[in-house]
T-cell receptor, first 112, second 115 residues
Framework: EDKVVQSPLSLVVHEGDTVTLNCSYE??????LLWYKQEKKAPTFLFML????IEKKSGRLSSILDKKELFSILNITATQTGDSAVYLC????????????FGKGTKLSVKP | GAGVSQSPSNKVTEKGKDVELRCDPI?????LYWYRQSLGQGLEFLIY????????KSGLPSDRFSAERTGGSVSTLTIQRTQQEDSAVYLC?????????????FGEGSWLTVV
């Protein structure tokens, strides 16, 4: 069964802390892995990772993919209260049409 | 349009009634997805449309759920004889042709409450 598993499911930190969110996947014909941030309703896109070992970076956020071990991590440094959200990981997979499967998300709460 | 548009944003319905949720994807996007997100849960895939191909309905939880996409654009998700467990946010997303590996863009969702 194709699946994406995220850990931890929830995390509480204080402003300034660094956090690492984990995502492992088991899918057929993997294409790429995506990270989204969901604050209210609509998830917003953060990163898409297709190649192993190449870090993608945007400000205080960074992410990397390991296609051998089938996982990805999302790092957030110097966390701020505005980083509080659910972070979703998703895997593109499949044949000619493909599909996108999501993990359950990690709920991050950053305390002042 | 500028983004994925969904309506209604909120819907309260009585158990047993039918509901229709609408999604208007980004202009030019050939792929359209419906997901369901229950409180505190991840996104559960429901159905996927890609151009004129037969839709992937593998995620629909029961035969009470159906969806159509008219003219390759607007999509309607219909839930018949709603049950309380159908209460969730229903998210629609669209993307350009997936073979190019593009990301998908989400609408704001339709929050369905079945009472």
């Amino acid at each position: 069964e194709d699946k994406v598993v995220q850990s931890p499911l929830s995390l509480v930190v204080h402003e300034g802390d660094t956090v690492t969110l984990n995502c492992s996947y088991e899918v057929t014909n993997f294409r790429s892995l995506l990270w989204y941030k969901q604050e209210k309703k609509a998830p917003t896109f953060l990163f898409m990772l297709t190649s192993s070992g190449i870090e993608k970076k945007s400000g205080r956020l960074s992410s990397i993919l390991d296609k051998k071990e089938l996982f990805s991590i999302l790092n957030i440094t110097a966390t701020q209260t505005g980083d509080s959200a659910v972070y979703l990981c998703a895997a593109w997979y499949g044949g000619s049409q493909g599909n996108l499967i999501f993990g359950k998300g990690t709920k991050l709460s950053v305390k002042p | 349009g500028a983004g994925v548009s969904q309506s209604p944003s909120n819907k309260v319905t009585e158990k047993g009634k039918d509901v229709e949720l609408r999604c208007d994807p980004i202009s030019g996007h050939t792929a359209l997805y419906w997901y369901r997100q229950s409180l505190g849960q991840g996104l559960e895939f429901l159905i996927y449309f890609q151009g004129n191909s037969a839709p992937d309905k593998s995620g629909l939880p029961s035969d009470r759920f159906s969806a159509e996409r008219t003219g390759g654009s607007v999509s309607t998700l219909t839930i018949q004889r709603t049950q309380q467990e159908d209460s969730a946010v229903y998210l629609c997303a669209s993307s350009p042709r997936i073979s190019s590996g593009n990301t998908i863009y989400f609408g704001e969702g339709s929050w369905l409450t079945v009472v």
